[in-house]
T-cell receptor
Framework: GAVVSQHPSRVICKSGTSVKIECRSL??????MFWYRQFPKQSLMLMAT?????????EQGVEKDKFLINHASLTLSTLTVTSAHPEDSSFYIC??????????????FGPGTRLTVL | EDQVTQSPEALRLQEGESSSLNCSYTVSGLRGLFWYRQDPGKGPEFLFTLYSAGEEKEKERLKATLTKKESFLHITAPKPEDSATYLCAVRSDFNKFYFGSGTKLNVKP
């Protein structure tokens, strides 16, 4: 149980284009999903917290107009990187909290999406 | 200020050589301390949750312990397949999660 998928796993795009990344909780409902960014050899940097049916909460320094987050259902959140530039190239990881039973606290992570902007 | 500090940054062990990873934390109201394993190019894999001082959890060669200030991840007789980066995170009273920078473990055969 507690499986989180991400799609795509890798994406290469040209500068100026927009890229959408999907995060799905496959076997549980997640009212809260998190989006992280990870640079090489560094830990996770929380970008935003996504709550189903409401606006995402962005961390300080993260541009909400550039990183659009939509959490339309209890199993799906999307991150759209708008007008991507090379400096947006990174490893993006989502996580979801299982709100049922003993799994209330843990975050379960997706496999990540490697974004390369040329 | 809430924060999580992991040490060492990197650890090299011979196969079978037991050791411990440290996670020190300061947080306003601990609502859980979490250990994850991350392999290169992959998302973190959940290992343990600890809630209160004195609590211990085990999984195969791994054992996590918790005090009021820190947590240890003990690795007993590690194997090369245990090589990974181990991340520690805490959840605060304000429902915020804080991650440490991780310990990169390399187990040589």
């Amino acid at each position: 149980g507690a499986v989180v998928s991400q799609h795509p796993s890798r994406v290469i795009c040209k500068s100026g284009t927009s890229v959408k990344i999907e995060c799905r909780s496959l076997d549980f409902q997640a009212t809260t999903m998190f989006w992280y960014r990870q640079f090489p050899k560094q830990s996770l940097m929380l970008m935003a917290t996504s709550n189903e049916g409401s606006k995402a909460t962005y961390e300080q320094g993260v541009e909400k107009d550039k990183f659009l987050i939509n959490h339309a259902s209890l199993t799906l959140s999307t991150l759209t990187v708008t007008s991507a530039h090379p400096e947006d190239s990174s490893f993006y990881i989502c996580s979801a909290r299982d709100m049922s039973g003993s799994g209330y606290n843990e975050q379960f992570f997706g496999p990540g999406t490697r974004l390369t902007v040329l | 200020e809430d924060q999580v500090t992991q040490s060492p940054e990197a650890l090299r062990l011979q196969e079978g050589e037991s050791s411990s990873l440290n996670c020190s934390y300061t947080v306003s109201g601990l609502r859980g301390l979490f250990w994850y394993r991350q392999d290169p190019g992959k998302g973190p894999e959940f290992l343990f949750t600890l809630y209160s001082a004195g609590e211990e959890k085990e999984k195969e060669r791994l054992k996590a312990t918790l005090t009021k200030k820190e947590s240890f991840l003990h690795i007993t007789a590690p194997k090369p397949e245990d090589s990974a980066t181990y991340l520690c995170a805490v959840r605060s009273d304000f429902n915020k999660f804080y991650f440490g920078s991780g310990t990169k473990l390399n187990v040589k055969p």
